[in-house]
């Protein structure tokens, strides 16, 4: 008995290219890349977590288009929350930077930094002040611009930039990344706040069962 295809070759040809792995848009390219997260996750090693941030940065810089990034993680030992990676920054500012240690109390002090919170799993735009302390100050690239005035309501600051919380099992709050300056120094778009706010569920869940659950 002769088998009977069960797709007319032109069929299967049309199904093949509609659903192709090259990716259409930018939409497509992102999930693309936060699916890469999950396959890198299956391969953790001693020193994945660098290599996870790195991928997690260049989804941010290269595909959400932040030009400067960082992402904090809280020290078990001391409850203490330092930098681990920074991006896009001067140099001075990044030395400065990866200096600062933040308890949980203090990153949410409202006072100290003034913010504007939404988002499902709180992202928050933050404003500097220009009389912050010193030592805050140097973590801009640009700290003596702080104080220029906003060109527009959509447009962002010297001042300007969004926090992100990273959480893990039984809602702990792990890291946070914070992220700034869009190519067109824009607000980004609700859709891009969207795609950051994903990213940072999936995240701190793989860098919870990676590095914190054990």
Same mark, same amino acid.
């Given at each position: 008995?002769?088998?009977?295809?069960?797709?007319?070759?032109?069929?299967?040809?049309?199904?093949?290219?509609?659903?192709?792995?090259?990716? =259409? +848009?930018?939409?497509?390219?992102?999930?693309?890349?936060?699916?890469?997260?999950?396959? #890198?996750?299956?391969?953790?090693?001693?020193?994945?977590?660098?290599?996870?941030?790195?991928?997690?940065?260049? *989804?941010?810089?290269?595909?959400?288009?932040?030009?400067?990034?960082?992402?904090?993680?809280?020290?078990?030992?001391?409850?203490?929350?330092?930098?681990?990676? %920074?991006?896009?920054?001067?140099?001075?500012? @990044?030395?400065?930077?990866?200096?600062?240690? #933040? @308890?949980?109390?203090?990153?949410?002090?409202?006072?100290?930094?003034?913010?504007?919170?939404?988002?499902?799993? *709180?992202?928050? &735009?933050?404003?500097?002040?220009?009389?912050?302390?010193?030592? =805050?100050?140097? @973590?801009?690239?640009?700290?003596?611009?702080?104080?220029?005035?906003?060109?527009?309501?959509? +447009?962002?600051? =010297?001042?300007?930039?969004?926090?992100?919380?990273? #959480?893990?099992?039984?809602?702990?709050? %792990?890291?946070?990344?914070?992220?700034?300056?869009?190519?067109?120094?824009?607000?980004?778009?609700?859709?891009?706040?969207?795609?950051?706010? &994903?990213?940072?569920?999936?995240?701190?869940?793989?860098?919870?069962?990676?590095?914190?659950? +054990?």
């Amino acid at each position: 008995m002769v088998k009977k295809d069960s797709f007319p070759s032109d069929f299967s040809r049309h199904v093949i290219e509609k659903y192709a792995r090259v990716p =259409e +848009n930018k939409d497509e390219r992102i999930m693309g890349s936060i699916l890469d997260l999950f396959f #890198y996750s299956d391969q953790w090693g001693k020193n994945s977590l660098k290599s996870f941030l790195e991928k997690v940065a260049t *989804i941010m810089q290269q595909q959400l288009f932040f030009m400067e990034m960082s992402i904090s993680l809280k020290d078990r030992s001391d409850g203490i929350f330092r930098y681990k990676l %920074i991006k896009g920054f001067s140099r001075e500012a @990044t030395d400065s930077q990866m200096k600062m240690e #933040y @308890t949980q109390e203090e990153m949410f002090d409202e006072i100290k930094f003034p913010t504007l919170k939404f988002g499902r799993n *709180i992202i928050a &735009l933050s404003s500097a002040l220009y009389d912050q302390e010193v030592e =805050e100050l140097k @973590t801009y690239t640009a700290p003596s611009l702080i104080e220029t005035p906003r060109k527009s309501i959509d +447009n962002m600051t =010297e001042a300007d930039y969004f926090s992100a919380y990273l #959480y893990g099992g039984e809602r702990e709050l %792990i890291g946070f990344m914070e992220f700034s300056k869009t190519p067109d120094r824009k607000l980004p778009s609700r859709i891009t706040i969207k795609w950051v706010e &994903l990213l940072c569920v999936i995240v701190g869940q793989i860098i919870w069962e990676k590095e914190y659950s +054990n």
